[in-house]
């Protein structure tokens, strides 16, 4: 068996006298009467449980602790050191010092905090939650407002909108348009130019074979004479 401490037996000595209790109701019984904390009453419950010292119970929602052996099976061997380191084997030794030690007084415990501990805890609940309800529900009218609020600056906004995609889009689209009509634009300014240079073309290679035509011409003359003459000649 785990040999418990001096505030693990205070502890234990509130579970004998008053069964099980929760960490408050032996925070505010300790003996010595010193100031702790919750935590560090928790704790110690929590390590005597491990200890198998005490056990863990439930009561309603509250969750409270118990010891896990008797008064006897706990101090038997305590005080078996006791008389023998200290009083030489004499059980009535120890007797008499304990009648004559000074007594202290005894925290007892209410008679509400014990049986109405749960009760209490579980009607705050219920109050906590009904006065919380009424709260609740205004929120819920609030919201369409809200909704309300959030449609008309999206149809607000919707106009804006567009328009700035309207632009975007255009902004995109343009240079394909530009790149498209030149495209079109281009067979037409061929054919234009090819109108316009073909007449210039033809006058140019008039100009050029003009020259050459009457010195060809020029040429031939004499031949078609004599070609004349001896046509001529045989008739006469």
């Given amino acids: 068996m785990n040999r418990p401490s001096n505030l693990e037996l205070q502890v234990l000595s509130i579970l004998w006298k008053h ?22 009453v928790l704790s110690v419950l929590q390590n005597m449980t491990s200890k198998k010292l005490a056990r863990r119970e439930s009561i309603g929602r509250a969750h409270a602790y118990a010891a896990a052996l008797s008064r006897r099976d706990a101090l038997a061997p305590l005080v078996a050191e006791w008389v023998h380191y200290f009083f030489s084997g004499d059980v009535d030794e120890l007797v008499a ?18 049986k109405n501990h749960t009760g209490s805890m579980a009607k705050k609940k219920t109050t906590t939650k009904k006065k919380a309800a009424p709260k609740k529900a205004a929120p819920k009218k609030a919201a369409p407002k809200k909704k309300a ?24 689209a343009a240079p394909k348009k530009k790149a498209a009509a030149k495209k079109k634009a281009a067979p037409k300014k061929k054919a234009v ?23 060809a011409a020029k040429k031939a003359a004499p031949k078609k004479k004599a070609a004349a003459k001896k046509k001529a000649a045989p008739k006469k």
């Fill in 19 to 40: 069964g099980a209790s929760t960490v408050r109701e032996v925070l505010d019984e300790l003996p010595d009467g010193r100031d702790r904390a919750y935590t560090t």
């Fill in 97 to 114: 010092l304990a009648r004559s030690a000074p007594k202290r007084p005894v925290k007892q415990r209410t008679a509400t905090k014990t």
């Fill in 149 to 172: 609020a959030v449609k008309k600056a999206a149809k607000k906004a919707a106009p804006k909108k567009k328009a700035a995609v309207k632009k975007v889009a255009k902004k995109k």
């Fill in 193 to 215: 130019a090819k109108k316009k240079a073909a007449p210039k073309k033809k006058a140019a290679a008039k100009k050029k074979a003009a020259p050459k035509k009457k010195v």
